[in-house]
Each structure stands twice: as structure tokens, then as C-alpha cells.
């Protein structure tokens, strides 16, 4: 069974940087054949897909809140996504998740298209 576990959160002022991992296990194919996507769910507010790539030659996606800020990426060797979050705002609060997308075509950021998720992982920007 797949697991996907979440880890670099914290807190962070306005305009800093932080980087998060998705470590992913338990799958019996490559990562690069996976569509993994990130997701996050502010307080009060319902959970938004911010960024996924592809297994179909790591075309990624962003939502246009992030667009610019954030990037994914993603290293085989380590079975791990990334997302790199630059010139945080405070409302970029929340909690991040990854998830698994059920689709080996491009990815998209239809929650109803993901059938595992991590834990999530808090990040807090605030000055």
C-alpha cells in the first residue's frame, strides 16, 4: 500500500523560504511513473490543490495562488517529491499535504482523482 509522508514544515516570516518533502513508499513502481500532488487546507477554508507533477515526463501544474512562488520537483533515487515554497505570505498558512493521484496522464489537481494522502505538515508564516 502506498504511504506518503510529509515532512519541513514550521514557522516562517512573511517573504522566506522553506522547502517541503513528500517521501513516498510502498509503491512497486518508480516514482517517475507516479502523478503526486500538493494540497493544502487553511483554517476555516476548504482544501486546495496548489501543485502536482506528472509521471508523463514530469509536466507539473500550479495553481495560479503559487504560481511563480512555489515549485515541485521530485528525485527518484530518494523517492521524494519537493516543494519548494519561496516568498511566503501569511496566507499561504496551512496545512500542506501529498497525495497520490490515480492517473498516469497528465496530472491534475481534482482531489477526487487522489486515493492516498499523507498526514500533512503545518507551515505558519507570520511575522
Known amino acids: 500500500q502506498l504511504q506518503l509522508v510529509e515532512s519541513g514544515g514550521g514557522l516562517v516570516q512573511p517573504g522566506e523560504s522553506l522547502r517541503l518533502s513528500c517521501a513516498v513508499s510502498g509503491s512497486t513502481l518508480d516514482l517517475d511513473w507516479l502523478n503526486i500532488g500538493w494540497f493544502r487546507q487553511a483554517p476555516g477554508k476548504e482544501r486546495e490543490g496548489i501543485s502536482c507533477i506528472s509521471s508523463n515526463r514530469g509536466i507539473t501544474y500550479y495553481a495560479d495562488s503559487v504560481r511563480d512562488r512555489f515549485t515541485i520537483t521530485r528525485d527518484n533515487a530518494k523517492n521524494t517529491v519537493y516543494l519548494q515554497m519561496n516568498s511566503l505570505l501569511p496566507e499561504d498558512t496551512a496545512v500542506y499535504y501529498c497525495?497520490?493521484?490515480?492517473?498516469?496522464?497528465?496530472?491534475?489537481?481534482?482531489?477526487?482523482?487522489?486515493?492516498?494522502w499523507g498526514r500533512g505538515t503545518q507551515v505558519t508564516v507570520s511575522s
Open positions: 497525495a497520490h493521484e490515480q492517473s498516469y496522464s497528465k496530472c491534475s489537481l481534482d482531489e477526487g482523482e487522489y486515493d492516498y
